[in-house]
Protein backbone atom coordinates (compact mmCIF):
# COMPACT_ATOMS: atom_id res chain seq x y z
CA UNK A 1 0.00 0.00 0.00
CA UNK A 2 1.45 3.35 -1.04
CA UNK A 3 0.37 6.24 1.34
CA UNK A 4 1.68 9.86 -0.18
CA UNK A 5 2.17 12.66 2.07
CA UNK A 6 0.59 16.31 1.72
CA UNK A 7 1.65 18.94 3.88
CA UNK A 8 3.42 22.85 3.94
CA UNK A 9 6.85 22.68 4.98
CA UNK A 10 7.93 25.75 6.75
CA UNK A 11 11.41 26.53 5.27
CA UNK A 12 9.59 26.79 1.69
CA UNK A 13 7.57 30.01 2.86
CA UNK A 14 10.82 31.25 4.95
CA UNK A 15 12.92 30.64 2.23
CA UNK A 16 10.57 33.05 0.10
CA UNK A 17 10.58 36.01 2.58
CA UNK A 18 7.39 35.05 4.88
CA UNK A 19 8.28 35.86 8.47
CA UNK A 20 7.98 33.41 11.45
CA UNK A 21 4.24 33.64 12.71
CA UNK A 22 2.94 34.14 9.06
CA UNK A 23 4.60 30.47 8.97
CA UNK A 24 4.08 29.57 12.49
CA UNK A 25 1.34 26.59 11.43
CA UNK A 26 3.54 24.50 8.86
CA UNK A 27 5.86 22.05 9.30
CA UNK A 28 9.08 21.30 10.08
CA UNK A 29 10.85 18.35 8.30
CA UNK A 30 11.67 17.09 11.57
CA UNK A 31 8.01 16.21 11.23
CA UNK A 32 7.59 14.90 7.88
CA UNK A 33 10.63 12.65 8.58
CA UNK A 34 8.91 11.43 11.91
CA UNK A 35 5.52 10.42 10.03
CA UNK A 36 7.02 9.31 6.90
CA UNK A 37 9.88 6.84 9.37
CA UNK A 38 6.16 5.66 11.17
CA UNK A 39 4.36 4.80 8.18
CA UNK A 40 7.97 2.86 6.75
CA UNK A 41 7.71 1.08 9.91
CA UNK A 42 4.21 0.12 9.91
CA UNK A 43 5.36 -1.52 6.63
CA UNK A 44 3.78 1.10 4.29
CA UNK A 45 5.56 3.01 1.06
CA UNK A 46 5.50 6.28 1.12
CA UNK A 47 5.62 9.04 -1.46
CA UNK A 48 6.16 12.50 -0.74
CA UNK A 49 3.70 15.01 -2.31
CA UNK A 50 3.88 18.70 -0.77
CA UNK A 51 1.62 21.31 -0.77
CA UNK A 52 -1.50 22.01 -2.90
CA UNK A 53 -0.04 23.26 -5.94
CA UNK A 54 2.55 19.79 -5.84
CA UNK A 55 -0.38 17.88 -5.40
CA UNK A 56 -2.18 19.49 -8.45
CA UNK A 57 1.02 19.08 -10.30
CA UNK A 58 1.67 15.40 -9.27
CA UNK A 59 -2.44 14.79 -10.14
CA UNK A 60 -1.64 16.07 -13.49
CA UNK A 61 1.17 14.14 -14.57
CA UNK A 62 -1.25 10.97 -13.45
CA UNK A 63 0.41 10.09 -10.29
CA UNK A 64 -2.33 8.10 -7.93
CA UNK A 65 -2.01 6.71 -4.45
CA UNK A 66 -3.76 4.16 -2.53
CA UNK A 67 -3.97 6.45 0.67
CA UNK A 68 -3.09 10.19 1.22
CA UNK A 69 -1.87 11.41 4.61
CA UNK A 70 -3.12 14.58 5.00
CA UNK A 71 -1.19 17.56 7.12
CA UNK A 72 -1.42 20.50 4.52
CA UNK A 73 -2.36 23.16 6.50
CA UNK A 74 -2.54 25.59 3.67
CA UNK A 75 -1.60 29.33 3.08
CA UNK A 76 -4.27 31.50 1.87
CA UNK A 77 -8.10 32.09 2.99
CA UNK A 78 -10.26 31.16 5.50
CA UNK A 79 -11.04 27.53 4.16
CA UNK A 80 -7.04 26.82 3.29
CA UNK A 81 -6.75 23.53 5.12
CA UNK A 82 -9.47 22.51 3.09
CA UNK A 83 -7.90 22.75 0.12
CA UNK A 84 -5.89 19.81 -0.26
CA UNK A 85 -8.79 17.58 0.97
CA UNK A 86 -10.86 18.95 -1.79
CA UNK A 87 -8.51 18.38 -4.30
CA UNK A 88 -8.31 14.81 -3.47
CA UNK A 89 -12.38 14.86 -2.98
CA UNK A 90 -12.46 15.57 -6.75
CA UNK A 91 -9.98 12.71 -7.84
CA UNK A 92 -12.03 10.18 -5.35
CA UNK A 93 -8.52 9.66 -3.49
CA UNK A 94 -8.56 8.69 0.25
CA UNK A 95 -7.10 10.94 2.98
CA UNK A 96 -6.53 10.56 6.89
CA UNK A 97 -7.79 13.51 9.06
CA UNK A 98 -11.13 15.57 8.08
CA UNK A 99 -13.21 16.64 4.99
CA UNK A 100 -12.96 20.30 4.10
CA UNK A 101 -16.53 20.72 5.54
CA UNK A 102 -15.14 19.86 8.90
CA UNK A 103 -11.67 21.75 8.29
CA UNK A 104 -13.49 25.22 7.32
CA UNK A 105 -15.79 25.21 10.05
CA UNK A 106 -13.08 23.92 13.00
CA UNK A 107 -10.58 26.77 11.33
CA UNK A 108 -13.45 29.57 11.69
CA UNK A 109 -13.86 29.70 15.78
CA UNK A 110 -16.97 31.23 15.40
CA UNK A 111 -18.56 29.06 13.25
CA UNK A 112 -16.99 26.39 15.70
CA UNK A 113 -18.34 27.76 18.57
CA UNK A 114 -22.07 28.15 16.71
CA UNK A 115 -22.16 24.55 15.88
CA UNK A 116 -20.90 23.23 19.66
CA UNK A 117 -23.52 25.72 21.55
CA UNK A 118 -26.29 24.16 18.96
CA UNK A 119 -25.40 20.90 20.57
CA UNK A 120 -25.81 21.98 23.79
CA UNK A 121 -21.86 21.73 24.50
CA UNK A 122 -20.75 24.93 27.04
CA UNK A 123 -18.68 27.75 25.75
CA UNK A 124 -18.26 30.77 26.45
CA UNK A 125 -20.28 33.95 25.29
CA UNK A 126 -19.20 35.05 22.17
CA UNK A 127 -19.09 37.90 19.35
CA UNK A 128 -17.56 38.38 16.46
CA UNK A 129 -15.97 41.81 15.46
CA UNK A 130 -15.38 42.80 11.92
CA UNK A 131 -14.49 46.52 12.35
CA UNK A 132 -12.95 48.37 15.03
CA UNK A 133 -15.86 50.49 15.90
CA UNK A 134 -18.16 46.91 16.40
CA UNK A 135 -16.13 46.96 19.19
CA UNK A 136 -17.99 49.32 21.18
CA UNK A 137 -21.34 47.39 20.54
CA UNK A 138 -19.94 44.45 22.33
CA UNK A 139 -22.40 43.58 25.49
CA UNK A 140 -20.21 41.20 27.45
CA UNK A 141 -18.82 41.23 30.77
CA UNK A 142 -15.26 42.07 31.68
CA UNK A 143 -12.63 40.62 31.21
CA UNK A 144 -12.80 39.58 27.60
CA UNK A 145 -10.43 37.71 25.68
CA UNK A 146 -9.82 38.65 21.61
CA UNK A 147 -7.86 36.34 18.88
CA UNK A 148 -8.14 36.31 15.01
CA UNK A 149 -11.50 34.11 14.14
CA UNK A 150 -8.73 31.55 11.56
CA UNK A 151 -5.80 31.10 13.08
CA UNK A 152 -4.08 28.18 14.82
CA UNK A 153 -0.75 28.07 16.87
CA UNK A 154 -1.94 30.87 18.91
CA UNK A 155 -1.08 33.32 15.94
CA UNK A 156 -2.19 36.85 17.27
CA UNK A 157 -2.78 35.87 21.30
CA UNK A 158 -0.03 37.65 23.44
CA UNK A 159 -0.93 39.02 27.40
CA UNK A 160 -3.17 41.59 25.71
CA UNK A 161 -5.39 39.24 24.62
CA UNK A 162 -6.91 39.40 28.08
CA UNK A 163 -8.90 42.69 27.79
CA UNK A 164 -10.66 44.75 31.25
CA UNK A 165 -12.60 47.77 29.26
CA UNK A 166 -13.80 49.42 26.16
CA UNK A 167 -11.51 50.88 25.28
CA UNK A 168 -8.67 48.66 25.29
CA UNK A 169 -10.73 46.15 23.37
CA UNK A 170 -11.41 48.83 20.77
CA UNK A 171 -7.64 49.44 20.55
CA UNK A 172 -6.55 45.08 20.64
CA UNK A 173 -9.26 44.73 17.63
CA UNK A 174 -8.10 47.58 15.69
CA UNK A 175 -4.45 45.88 15.76
CA UNK A 176 -5.53 42.19 15.40
CA UNK A 177 -8.11 43.57 12.14
CA UNK A 178 -5.22 45.00 10.16
CA UNK A 179 -2.36 42.49 11.40
CA UNK A 180 -4.65 39.51 10.27
CA UNK A 181 -6.92 41.00 7.67
CA UNK A 182 -10.03 38.71 8.95
CA UNK A 183 -12.38 39.58 12.01
CA UNK A 184 -11.50 39.02 15.87
CA UNK A 185 -13.20 36.62 18.13
CA UNK A 186 -14.26 38.19 21.36
CA UNK A 187 -15.51 36.09 24.19
CA UNK A 188 -15.35 35.96 27.74
CA UNK A 189 -12.15 34.97 29.51
CA UNK A 190 -11.64 32.07 31.01
CA UNK A 191 -9.43 32.43 34.93
CA UNK A 192 -9.66 28.54 35.25
CA UNK A 193 -7.37 25.72 34.27
CA UNK A 194 -6.60 24.61 30.82
CA UNK A 195 -6.39 21.07 29.28
CA UNK A 196 -5.94 19.67 25.88
CA UNK A 197 -7.85 16.60 24.66
CA UNK A 198 -6.12 13.61 22.69
CA UNK A 199 -8.85 11.65 20.50
CA UNK A 200 -8.51 9.16 17.69
CA UNK A 201 -11.80 7.97 15.57
CA UNK A 202 -14.56 9.25 13.92
CA UNK A 203 -18.27 9.24 14.79
CA UNK A 204 -19.59 6.47 17.53
CA UNK A 205 -15.59 5.03 17.17
CA UNK A 206 -14.18 8.09 18.49
CA UNK A 207 -12.10 7.48 21.81
CA UNK A 208 -10.60 9.69 23.88
CA UNK A 209 -6.85 9.08 24.23
CA UNK A 210 -6.33 11.11 27.74
CA UNK A 211 -5.86 14.40 28.62
CA UNK A 212 -2.69 16.97 29.06
CA UNK A 213 -3.36 20.19 31.69
CA UNK A 214 -1.35 23.29 30.85
CA UNK A 215 0.35 25.20 33.45
CA UNK A 216 2.55 28.03 32.55
CA UNK A 217 5.46 29.22 34.65
CA UNK A 218 6.69 31.91 35.90
CA UNK A 219 8.34 33.52 33.47
CA UNK A 220 5.81 33.06 30.95
CA UNK A 221 2.76 35.08 29.64
CA UNK A 222 0.73 35.38 32.33
CA UNK A 223 -3.12 33.80 32.12
CA UNK A 224 -2.62 33.15 28.47
CA UNK A 225 -1.39 30.53 26.40
CA UNK A 226 0.09 32.50 24.20
CA UNK A 227 1.88 32.44 20.78
CA UNK A 228 5.01 33.22 22.51
CA UNK A 229 4.30 30.44 25.10
CA UNK A 230 3.53 27.95 22.51
CA UNK A 231 7.05 28.73 20.70
CA UNK A 232 8.97 28.55 23.56
CA UNK A 233 6.96 26.18 25.50
CA UNK A 234 10.43 24.09 26.78
CA UNK A 235 11.22 27.42 29.07
CA UNK A 236 7.28 29.14 29.60
CA UNK A 237 5.26 25.71 30.06
CA UNK A 238 4.89 22.47 32.10
CA UNK A 239 2.46 19.69 31.16
CA UNK A 240 1.22 17.45 33.28
CA UNK A 241 -1.07 14.31 32.77
CA UNK A 242 -4.61 14.89 33.89
CA UNK A 243 -5.95 12.06 35.82
CA UNK A 244 -8.87 10.30 35.43
CA UNK A 245 -9.77 10.18 39.10
CA UNK A 246 -10.01 13.89 38.81
CA UNK A 247 -13.89 14.70 38.09
CA UNK A 248 -12.83 18.07 36.20
CA UNK A 249 -10.46 15.94 33.95
CA UNK A 250 -13.21 13.76 33.88
CA UNK A 251 -16.06 16.41 32.64
CA UNK A 252 -13.36 17.71 30.40
CA UNK A 253 -13.32 14.74 28.17
CA UNK A 254 -17.27 14.37 28.26
CA UNK A 255 -17.32 17.53 26.63
CA UNK A 256 -14.22 16.85 24.17
CA UNK A 257 -15.81 14.12 23.24
CA UNK A 258 -19.36 15.46 22.44
CA UNK A 259 -17.34 18.38 20.40
CA UNK A 260 -15.58 16.04 18.33
CA UNK A 261 -18.30 13.90 17.70
CA UNK A 262 -20.87 17.14 17.05
CA UNK A 263 -18.29 18.78 14.39
CA UNK A 264 -17.71 15.56 12.44
CA UNK A 265 -13.99 15.37 13.23
CA UNK A 266 -11.87 12.13 12.18
CA UNK A 267 -9.38 9.70 12.50
CA UNK A 268 -7.23 11.90 15.23
CA UNK A 269 -7.11 15.60 16.76
CA UNK A 270 -7.25 17.10 19.98
CA UNK A 271 -10.24 19.28 21.21
CA UNK A 272 -8.98 22.45 24.13
CA UNK A 273 -11.34 23.07 27.00
CA UNK A 274 -10.90 25.49 29.92
CA UNK A 275 -12.50 26.06 32.93
CA UNK A 276 -14.24 29.05 33.97
CA UNK A 277 -13.41 30.39 37.70
CA UNK A 278 -15.64 28.14 39.26
CA UNK A 279 -13.65 25.25 37.27
CA UNK A 280 -16.55 24.25 35.08
CA UNK A 281 -14.69 23.06 31.56
CA UNK A 282 -15.44 25.01 28.44
CA UNK A 283 -15.22 24.19 24.82
CA UNK A 284 -12.99 26.81 23.78
CA UNK A 285 -11.49 24.93 20.09
CA UNK A 286 -10.94 21.89 18.52
CA UNK A 287 -7.80 21.13 16.35
CA UNK A 288 -8.73 18.23 13.49
CA UNK A 289 -5.23 18.72 11.75
CA UNK A 290 -2.95 18.20 14.56
CA UNK A 291 0.36 19.25 14.76
CA UNK A 292 2.40 15.61 14.61
CA UNK A 293 6.02 16.86 15.62
CA UNK A 294 7.05 13.87 17.32
CA UNK A 295 8.66 16.34 20.27
CA UNK A 296 7.19 19.38 20.44
CA UNK A 297 3.54 18.65 19.51
CA UNK A 298 0.64 18.51 21.76
CA UNK A 299 -0.85 15.43 20.95
CA UNK A 300 2.40 13.30 20.68
CA UNK A 301 3.72 15.18 23.96
CA UNK A 302 0.28 13.67 25.24
CA UNK A 303 0.70 10.36 24.05
CA UNK A 304 4.76 10.36 25.57
CA UNK A 305 2.88 10.70 29.15
CA UNK A 306 0.60 7.93 27.95
CA UNK A 307 3.16 5.47 27.42
CA UNK A 308 1.65 5.43 23.37
CA UNK A 309 4.98 5.43 20.97
CA UNK A 310 4.30 7.61 18.33
CA UNK A 311 4.32 4.97 15.52
CA UNK A 312 1.40 3.70 17.30
CA UNK A 313 -0.29 7.06 17.16
CA UNK A 314 0.16 7.09 13.54
CA UNK A 315 -0.93 3.45 13.51
CA UNK A 316 -4.15 4.46 14.83
CA UNK A 317 -4.73 7.40 12.79
CA UNK A 318 -3.91 5.68 9.82
CA UNK A 319 -5.90 2.49 11.28
CA UNK A 320 -9.30 4.32 11.66
CA UNK A 321 -8.74 6.37 8.29
CA UNK A 322 -8.39 3.02 6.56
CA UNK A 323 -11.89 1.69 8.49
CA UNK A 324 -13.60 4.58 7.91
CA UNK A 325 -13.24 4.34 4.25
CA UNK A 326 -14.15 0.73 4.61
CA UNK A 327 -16.99 1.53 5.68
CA UNK A 328 -18.09 4.11 3.70
CA UNK A 329 -17.31 1.91 0.07
CA UNK A 330 -19.49 -0.75 2.01
CA UNK A 331 -22.23 1.87 2.28
CA UNK A 332 -22.09 3.14 -0.90
CA UNK A 333 -22.60 -0.56 -2.65
CA UNK A 334 -25.50 -1.15 -0.52
Same mark, same amino acid.
Given at each position: MT?G? %??DL??D??????GD?E? *?E?D??A?I??I???????G???D?? /??A?????R??? +??????V?????G??? #????S????????????Y????P?V $? !????????T? %? &?????G?? =???F? $????A??A??????F?LF?K? &???? =??? +???????????KT?RAV??????RF?Q?? $?????????E??V?I??T??E?R?? +?????F?????? *?E?Y?????????D?????????????V?????I?L? !??RA?GC?? +?G???????G???????E *????P /?L?P??????????F? /???? &????? #??V %??????? %??? &? /??R??
Amino acid at each position: MTIGL %TYDLRDDYLAEGYGDEET *AEFDRPATIEGIEGALAELGYQTDRI /GNAKALVRRLAQ +GDRWDLVFNIAEGFRG #RARESQVPAILDVYQLPYTFSDPLV $L !SVALHKDVTK %T &VVHRSGIP =TPEFA $LVERAAEADAVDLPFPLFAKP &VAEG =TSK +GVTAASKILDHKTLRAVCADLLQRFQQPV $LVETFLSGREFTVGITGTAAEARVL +GTMEIFLLPQAE *AEVYSYKNKELCDDLVRYGLGQPEDPVVREVERIALA !SWRALGCRD +GGRVDIRCDGNQCPNFIE *ANPLP /GLHPQHSDLPILCGFL /GIAY &VDLID #RIV %TSARQRI %TNE &V /GARSC
